[in-house]
């Protein structure tokens, strides 16, 4: 499985069979370099949007078609004909949704969600949302533009999200000791990856204090397009496979374990 940051809240994920573009605001994102956009974009599969604002959905509408992808958000952004003559994915908050082997759970966020990249002036488009994002034995939480909730209780009970990419950056969102808070409260989290800053002058400019926050937990600072690779939770027969599995994960990021349960191996990062 592998996370590539994007620049400010968006990402390319490929896992199980998909490659998830989450919130992919390429054009006009000052902090990704735009000869590379063929980079992010090829091979993508689907395309997800947490919210209708211009940073996370407005690049939807170029790529989607460019590529021949669906579009999964929540049902009013879907139906709303802004995104254009693409194929969307309607869906709500607690629904889940296939994509290929890949699944994707649309869960509650608090922020804000008109339209505010379109001619003619703010229109509604249903509200804000996060995901879980399942699939190689994880699950992603990807948090959307968000204040800390109540919410995020239950989440990392019910889903328990082992990565956390988390909007930090402040004055849209939670900011980095905020974010940190909430990880330390409601969640369980082995690697941390912050986003929504950087991109401008008003938002936090360094992940200091979240790391300082998460002295347990691994925190990701990827520069753009940096590739974060994470094996999966394997699972088979045999004995020989401790060194199969080693083998398979050397060199990739992170740490693993291995748990021997008589004949069936499991593998954790």
């Not at 590529?67 to 802004?82: M, Q, R, Y």
């Not at 940190?180 to 401008?200: D, L, M, Q």
């Not at 937990?217 to 590739?227: A, G, N, Q, S």
């Amino acid at each position: 499985m592998k996370i590539i940051w994007l620049g400010h809240a968006s990402f390319r994920i490929e896992i199980e069979d998909q490659v998830l573009l989450v919130d992919p605001w390429l054009v006009g994102n000052p902090v990704f370099p735009q000869e590379r956009r063929a980079e992010a974009i090829t091979g993508a599969t689907a395309i997800l949007l947490s919210h209708g604002h211009g940073d996370h959905a407005s690049n939807a509408a170029l790529i989607a078609p460019e590529l021949g992808i669906p579009v999964a958000c929540i049902h009013e952004l879907a139906e709303s004909g802004i995104l254009g003559e693409i194929e969307t994915i309607g869906f709500g908050k607690g629904g889940t949704i296939s994509l290929g082997n890949a699944r994707v759970s649309m869960v509650n966020a608090c922020h804000s969600s008109a339209i505010d990249f379109a001619d003619g002036g703010l229109a509604v488009a249903g509200s804000e949302a996060g995901f879980m994002i399942h699939g190689e034995g994880h699950t992603i939480y990807f948090s959307g533009d968000t204040d800390i909730m109540a919410d995020m209780g239950w989440f990392g009970e019910y889903y328990a999200p082992d990565i956390g990419i988390l909007c930090a950056g402040g004055h849209y969102t939670m900011d980095m000791n905020a974010a940190a808070w909430a990880a330390r409260k409601f969640f369980n989290f082995k690697t941390v990856i912050p986003c929504h800053y950087k991109t401008f002058p008003i938002l936090a400019q360094t992940a200091d204090d979240l790391i300082a926050g998460l002295p347990n937990v691994d925190v990701k600072t990827p520069d753009v397009l940096d590739v974060l690779e994470f094996c999966g939770e394997l699972v088979a027969s045999g004995t020989t496979l401790r060194k199969e599995f080693g083998e398979k994960c050397a060199g990739f990021l992170g740490s693993y374990s291995i748990v021997d349960f008589g004949n069936v191996v499991r593998l954790r990062m």
